[in-house]
């Protein structure tokens, strides 16, 4: 189905919710561009731009980047972008990156995924790597056959620390403290739209049917703004 309106939306969801997969569906399936603020940070950092070179230097010295900063950045990225639909991903993570959107754009609608904390952590330590090639392996449902080594290369596969059971339970709480006053944000505009489960799969066919109720031909009125 080819995007007929303009439409604009943002995704949130903890890491491991199944975003990736998510906003990977929603881009094929409704033709919006997925802008992911995390890819566009580690472009910039790795082609040494101006803005880039300011990030680096916060967060090798355990400083979180300034609101402007990333405000400025994924902005320009949007105004690159030109007039299309797109889906953002990863920003905005506060209400002051959210009021700055909202001063350049018209956000049409805002889908937070709600997946129990305790479904994350069981996915995300479940998740083996083998580094060389990439492959990932989840012991819950995609095991290799042998535990502990690669399937083609009978090398040991490797946990990310980022994965580790204290390091997830860290990141789902910090996650939940940054990001509640943006879900009240966007509650309060009546924006915000959620669905919760805890498998893509069954989660999919109802953001599937939402965007297609919200992008049917008379529901939807092109924005005003930017």
């Not at 995007?3 to 903890?14: K, Q, T």
């Not at 797109?86 to 959210?98: C, K, M």
């Not at 997830?168 to 966007?186: G, H, S």
């Not at 309060?188 to 893509?200: A, D, I, N, V, Y």
Request: glycine residues 10%.
């Amino acid at each position: 189905m080819g995007l007929r309106v303009l439409f604009r939306a943002i995704i949130m969801g903890p890491p491991g919710s199944g975003k990736g997969t998510i906003s990977d569906r929603i881009s094929k399936s409704f033709g919006l561009t997925h802008l992911s603020s995390g890819d566009v940070l580690r472009a910039n950092i790795k082609a040494k731009t101006e803005i880039g070179l300011l990030m680096k230097s916060c967060i090798d010295q355990g400083q979180l980047v300034p609101d402007d900063v990333i405000s400025r950045l994924i902005l320009g990225e949007l105004r690159q972008m030109g007039s299309g639909g797109w889906l953002l991903d990863g920003f905005p993570r506060t209400v002051l990156q959210a009021d700055a959107l909202d001063g350049a754009y018209n956000v049409d609608t805002v889908i937070n995924l709600d997946v129990p904390f305790q479904t994350i952590q069981e996915r995300l330590t479940s998740r083996w790597l083998h580094l060389p090639s990439g492959r990932v392996y989840n012991t819950s449902f995609n095991p290799p056959k042998v535990p502990g080594l690669d399937d083609v290369t009978g090398e040991p596969l490797t946990q990310r620390s980022d994965d580790t059971p204290d390091t997830v339970a860290r990141r789902l709480k910090a996650y939940e403290t940054q990001t509640q006053p943006v879900l009240e944000y966007y509650r309060s505009k009546g924006m915000l739209e959620t669905f919760s489960g805890t498998e893509t799969n069954k989660i999919w066919p109802h953001v599937h049917a939402f965007l297609s109720r919200k992008l049917s031909p008379g529901s939807h009125k092109a924005a005003g703004n930017v």
